[in-house]
C-alpha cells in the first residue's frame, strides 16, 4: 500500500511521531491561531495533544476539542482524524457511527490516494456495524453536508 499524506498523518497519530514547531518571532502562536478559527491551527493543535508533542501533555479530550472545530470548518483530515478517535475511544466513547460519519465526509472530499486511504479505514469501521448503522451514519453525513450547505 502506498502511503500518502492521510497515511502519513494516521501513521504519524497511531505512533506519536508528529511534532510542531514554535512560531517564528512576531507570529501568533498555535494556540493563538486556533482559538481565533483557524482550521490548520487547530488540527495541529489536535495532533500534538493527541501524541503528546510541542511542549503539550497527551490529552485526548483537547484533542478531539480542537480535532472537532477544525472538522466543523471542513477540514477532510481533521474529519479523519476525529473518526479513528471515535473508532478506538480515545477521549470519547467509541461510537462507529459517528466514525464512519466523519469518515464519510473526509472521504467525500478527498481524490486520488488520499481518497483511497481513507477510504480503507471508513471499510474497516464499517465491518464492525450492522447494515442499519451504515445507513445511519451515511445519513448523518448528508445532513451535516445539507446544514453546512445553508
Do not use: C
Not at 485526548?60 to 476525529?82: I, K, M, N, T, V
Amino acid at each position: 500500500m502506498m502511503l500518502t499524506r492521510a497515511g502519513l498523518i494516521v501513521l504519524a497519530i497511531m505512533f506519536g511521531l508528529y511534532a510542531q514547531e514554535g512560531p517564528p518571532p512576531g507570529k501568533p502562536s498555535l494556540r493563538e491561531r486556533a482559538t481565533k478559527g483557524d482550521p490548520e491551527a487547530q488540527f495541529t493543535l489536535a495532533k500534538n495533544y493527541e501524541a503528546g508533542r510541542g511542549g503539550l501533555k497527551k490529552d485526548y479530550a483537547e484533542a478531539r476539542h480542537w480535532y472537532r472545530a477544525s472538522a466543523e470548518q471542513g477540514d477532510p483530515f481533521a474529519q479523519a482524524s476525529l473518526a479513528l478517535l471515535y473508532r478506538f475511544g480515545k477521549g470519547v466513547p467509541q461510537d462507529y457511527v459517528q466514525s464512519y460519519m466523519w469518515f464519510q465526509l473526509s472521504v467525500d472530499q478527498l481524490t486520488g490516494a488520499d481518497r483511497d486511504s481513507i477510504v480503507e479505514l471508513r471499510d474497516a469501521a464499517a465491518a464492525h456495524m450492522t447494515p442499519q448503522q451504515i445507513a445511519d451514519a451515511r445519513r448523518l453525513a448528508h445532513d451535516w453536508k445539507a446544514k453546512k450547505n445553508q
